[in-house]
């Protein structure tokens, strides 16, 4: 029925359809896009966003934009800074205590809606006239181009809106200049440290502008100074923040040695310009952003051969974004969106010469549709690895440490890395003040991150940071077995926490009753994935392990390694529904990881509830790339379920005889092929296998015997 109604429609409208393909293109692009960024959660991508709530949180209880802008680190001397985004702090703290994480996620759309909007108003001049498949073509590109800047919430978001907003007004609405200086202010105020952007962007309409009069020969009439006017005002805003003067050295502080280890300030490679890869239909970062830069570099060159329309603001913004893009990786896009201007042109002399009906029509027709079958699927692959937990996953945060520091009576300082920093001063300060965060080099120094990682990954650093600050508290990152040998040499510190992120150490002098009793004694915080169960309960240690595991797990219920532990001693202890308890906690927080799934599948195969692991078994599958230990047991579960012949085919799947060492594994599989039929394989199989088997291994050399004794009754 509902075919046979879309056939109907079809045809009834089909001459609408094939006139407006381009614009129900762009709808359905933008939708998509849409419907996956509104169900983006906050994450951390990095920790940016929090210590910008941190900031708007000070900026409102004090009343004042600190100057001491340190305020939340132990660091001596105190660093002083420019707050150049002081609004955009105060705007997303108000949101965020408003409607919490959901209204941030409502602004990232929102932003990203007007700069979709103006761009496509660039390319098309209005909303009314149909898009030409050049100017479609464009825009996605621009679309695709924006999607991951757009993962997290950064005041470069504004930034971008504005430098769209500008070329808009200035290019095809300049009666409306007199809106710019309002735009500009707020501009400086929420992301003023690119106040050269919007100088660029100024001058280059102005010198436009006085190069036709010159070229002309006329005078400024009065109306248009309407129009010059608010651009001269714009420009003078940069002087109209809480900082005055002290914003206009900010941009040009030395970055050289943050781009070391900051990728986003790192400088382009130029070999980088000239890769181009689809990768199963979709277009990578890298590649989208070299056909936009190939492009404009290719309409810049038109357009200087080309006698009609040469407006030097397009050369002017062409070359900044030129100059811009030599500086940094950030500034690849303000240079795509510098380069909107002369991409329009390059559309309107491509639509002039109608090279569609010049090249190929056949060739272009199916050239378009790859290009429209991939835009779809790229933003399927950008929006991939998302978090599922909504609206906020804390998944590589350092929520549990927070949450235990939280809750002990306790205080002072804690020594930290500074990735994680942003999100440690927002849920600590004031109770405790940290290290430093990642505002390098801006508000800390090169200095400062060095001494950082040098004390977790040296004796002398560590020394220097216990010797002139003595912290109450260290979060070692988790992982860094170096720093379990450093920390010894200092045995007034013992580990009492941990979560996915870090361990935590605290000074037994400063607090010896929370040392006493919250040390970790029976547990290894750095070796949690490569603990030992089987081990564990042989040596009959899994009592007091889940003792000091239940103590954590009582803080903070959502940690999915406390939760693994748990899970894994209750499967093996063949405690199957207290395991389940557990694994749901992991499910229920982190969702979109195979982890939680794979461990309720084995509490429930232990239950007996076969078709219920194989379900929990395919959402594991669904989540992973390393599918060869699910897919075990679920041909586990198929052979106690009696179901051979789907057992067979599933282990068939990450069987290979030439590279397959596990005899054990190789018994399972030998057996599923004989009591599904497959004799013949399982006689092959078998021959590999019992090879493997060591002379030394009775057990297992006895039970190969008893199947080949079956084997050979078998026809």
């Not at 100088?199 to 020969?217: P, R």
């Not at 500034?331 to 010049?358: C, G, M, T, V």
């Not at 004989?674 to 493997?692: Q, T």
């Amino acid at each position: 029925m509902i075919l046979t109604r879309f056939n109907m429609f079809f045809k009834e409208n089909k001459n609408w359809l094939f006139s407006n393909y381009c614009i129900i293109y762009i709808i359905f692009l933008i939708s998509y896009v849409l419907f996956y960024l509104f169900q983006w959660p906050i994450y951390a991508g990095d920790t940016d966003l929090w210590y910008h709530l941190n900031g708007g949180r000070y900026i409102l209880e004090h009343n004042s934009i600190p100057r001491d802008s340190s305020f939340f680190s132990f660091i001596e001397p105190p660093r002083e800074w420019v707050d150049y985004y002081w609004l955009f702090q105060l705007l997303v703290y108000k949101i965020y205590t408003f409607s919490g994480y959901y209204g941030l996620v409502f602004l990232r759309a929102l932003i990203f809606i007007a700069i979709m909007l103006l761009i496509y108003l660039i390319l098309n001049k209005n909303l009314k006239d149909k898009p030409t498949i050049y100017r479609a073509i464009t825009f996605s590109l621009f679309v695709l181009f924006l999607i991951p800047r757009f993962h997290l919430i950064r005041p470069h978001m504004f930034t971008y809106l504005f430098i769209v907003l500008f070329i808009y007004i200035l290019e095809l609405k300049p009666r409306y200049t007199f809106f710019l200086p309002v735009v500009s202010i707020l501009w400086v105020n929420l992301h003023g440290i690119v106040y050269p952007v919007m100088i660029l962007i100024i001058l280059a309409y102005l010198i436009d502008f006085f190069l036709n009069k010159i070229k002309e020969k006329k005078h400024i009439e009065n109306r248009e100074l309407l129009f010059l006017i608010p651009l001269i005002v714009s420009i003078g805003s940069v002087f109209l923040t809480p900082h005055r003067t002290d914003l206009t050295w900010v941009p040009f502080i030395p970055t050289e040695f943050a781009s070391l280890y900051i990728f986003e300030i790192a400088k382009i490679k130029i070999e980088e310009l000239f890769s181009f890869q689809v990768i199963k239909m979709t277009m990578p970062f890298g590649t989208i952003f070299n056909i936009i830069f190939f492009s404009s570099c290719i309409a810049i060159i038109i357009k200087i051969f080309n006698k009609k329309g040469k407006n030097i603001s397009h050369f002017i913004l062409f070359v900044a974004g030129i100059i811009l893009l030599s500086k940094a990786n950030r500034f690849r896009y303000e240079y795509a969106l510098f380069s909107l201007p002369i991409l329009k042109d390059f559309i309107q002399l491509l639509e002039i010469n109608n090279l569609r009906e010049k090249f190929l029509k056949p060739v272009f027709a199916i050239l378009t549709t790859l290009f429209i079958v991939s835009s779809f699927l790229t933003v399927k692959e950008t929006f991939a690895y998302m978090p599922k937990k909504y609206p906020f996953s804390q998944r590589n945060l350092p929520e549990g440490i927070c949450t235990f520091l939280n809750r002990i009576d306790a205080h002072g300082k804690v020594f930290n890395h500074p990735n994680y920093g942003g999100y440690l001063q927002w849920v600590l300060y004031p109770k405790y003040k940290i290290f430093m965060d990642m505002e390098i080099p801006f508000l800390f120094l090169n200095e400062d991150i060095f001494t950082a990682n040098n004390a977790f990954t040296s004796e002398t650093g560590l020394n220097y940071i216990i010797g002139k600050y003595r912290p109450q508290f260290i979060i070692a990152p988790s992982g860094n077995s170096q720093f379990k040998t450093l920390i010894k040499k200092y045995p007034d510190y013992t580990a009492v926490f941990f979560d996915e992120t870090g361990i935590l150490y605290v000074d037994k002098v400063s607090f010896p009753i929370i040392a006493k009793e919250y040390e970790l004694k029976e547990i290894d915080p750095y070796n949690l994935y490569q603990i030992n169960i089987d081990k564990i309960i042989t040596e009959k240690k899994d009592e007091n392990i889940l003792t000091e595991v239940l103590k954590m797990h009582n803080i903070y219920p959502d940690c999915i390694l406390t939760n693994q532990i748990l899970a894994l001693i209750y499967n093996k202890r063949q405690e199957f529904e207290q395991s389940l308890k557990y694994v749901e906690k992991i499910i229920r927080s982190y969702p979109e990881l195979p982890i939680g799934y794979k461990l309720k599948g084995d509490a429930l195969q232990g239950l007996q509830k076969f078709d219920e692991a194989l379900i929990s078994y395919e959402n594991a599958l669904n989540r992973t790339i390393n599918k060869v230990e699910i897919y075990r047991e679920i041909g586990n579960t198929y052979m106690k379920k009696k179901a051979f012949k789907k057992a067979y085919k599933t282990f068939k799947l990450i069987t290979d005889p030439f590279t397959q060492k596990d005899y054990k594994f190789f018994y399972d599989v030998c057996m599923a092929a004989m009591l599904s039929g497959n004799v013949k394989d399982a006689k092959i199989l078998f021959n590999y296998a019992y090879s493997l088997v060591p002379q030394e291994d009775k057990k297992w050399q006895e039970k190969y015997l008893k199947l080949a004794e079956q084997l050979i009754l078998k026809k």
